[in-house]
């Protein structure tokens, strides 16, 4: 039963897991509806063990607060690549077309390179300063790739496709999870004209698999008429959005929403989040095209996976 009334449902994960045939096809409708209307679902029912995301939060805080010539050798090559992104170094409204001041956060981007059956031509580098963020990371990593392939398997269902396998079959290994990190506004100061947390802008991938914490300056979605909520949360939930690659493929059933974050409030300037945010992509060499068996409107051009992701990033770099 959805707990939490409006256009994002709430999904139980734990009546997918133990519920009768008639429980499963309910929480398959439940998801099928709110990506429909919100491109937004809130999953409860313990979707990854709340201890796994305490510690990963308290490593990644230990590294955030380094000085940044200590963090400067883990510095990413790029955006969507493994290491530290530093504050300033992104504005993700520009994916949708709009100027704005850099993205006021910092992150360190953990590939899955090191779970099994994943590879990576760079090998992952940690922090030596920070050695339980490795052990931390790789644990939170894994319980969110057993649920990310849960969440395709639910989303075959929900979009009642023929071939079960379908999407998981496609699952890309370039799957990665930033760590965001939005410092306080005693930390940063206040926020420039049409600045943020985070820009406006759609996911690019297919899935985005988000464990966020509450806050003044916290996550808002635009729903369909253009309006922007502030985004729901429950103790010990999930919000999972819809990506671009997802919409393209359903040809346009579920929705990739625009969603923000909010910049730090002067009603709480010590207030400082972090996000754990794991974009799920299939494999760059994938095309995507409408799925078969949806008889949704013909709106999608087959395009290549690779060349989206790395176009959107690119995007939204700075400098």
């Not at 940063?188 to 947390?197: D, I, K, L, T, Y």
Request: glycine share 8%; proline share 9%.
């Amino acid at each position: 039963m959805d707990q939490h009334p409006g256009p994002v449902r709430t999904v139980d994960l734990r009546a997918w897991r133990e519920g009768t045939a008639a429980a499963r096809a309910a929480v398959a409708a439940d998801l099928d509806r709110s990506m429909r209307e919100a491109g937004f679902v809130l999953l409860v029912g313990e979707p990854v063990p709340p201890a796994l995301g305490d510690e990963l939060r308290a490593a990644a805080a230990e590294f955030f607060h380094l000085p940044e010539a200590a963090k400067e050798p883990y510095r990413a090559r790029a955006l969507g690549t493994r290491g530290w992104v530093p504050y300033g170094a992104e504005a993700n409204a520009y994916a949708s077309g709009v100027a704005s001041p850099p993205d006021m956060k910092e992150s360190f981007v953990c590939p899955t390179s090191e779970l099994p059956g994943h590879e990576a031509a760079i090998p992952a580098v940690w922090p030596r300063e920070v050695p339980r963020l490795r052990e931390a990371a790789n644990a939170y990593l894994a319980a969110v790739e057993a649920l990310h392939l849960e969440l395709l398997e639910l989303t075959t269902v929900a979009l009642g496709l023929d071939e079960p396998g379908h999407l998981v079959a496609r699952a890309g290994v370039q799957s990665s999870m930033n760590v965001n990190w939005y410092p306080s506004m005693n930390q940063v100061g206040p926020a420039a004209e049409g600045q943020w947390r985070i820009g406006p802008h759609s996911d690019f991938g297919t899935v985005t698999i988000l464990d966020r914490q509450p806050g003044l300056g916290g996550l808002q979605v635009q729903l369909r008429d253009g309006t922007w909520v502030d985004a729901p949360w429950i103790e010990g939930s999930i919000f999972v959005n819809c990506g671009d690659l997802l919409a393209a493929w359903t040809n346009g059933r579920w929705r990739s929403a625009p969603h923000r974050v909010l910049p730090p409030a002067e009603a709480a300037p010590d207030e400082s989040l972090i996000s754990l945010v794991y974009f799920c992509e299939t494999s760059w060499d994938v095309e995507i095209a409408p799925l078969p068996g949806l008889d949704e409107p013909d709106a999608f051009l087959p395009f290549n996976a690779g060349e989206y992701l790395r176009a959107k990033l690119d995007q939204i770099t700075v400098g």
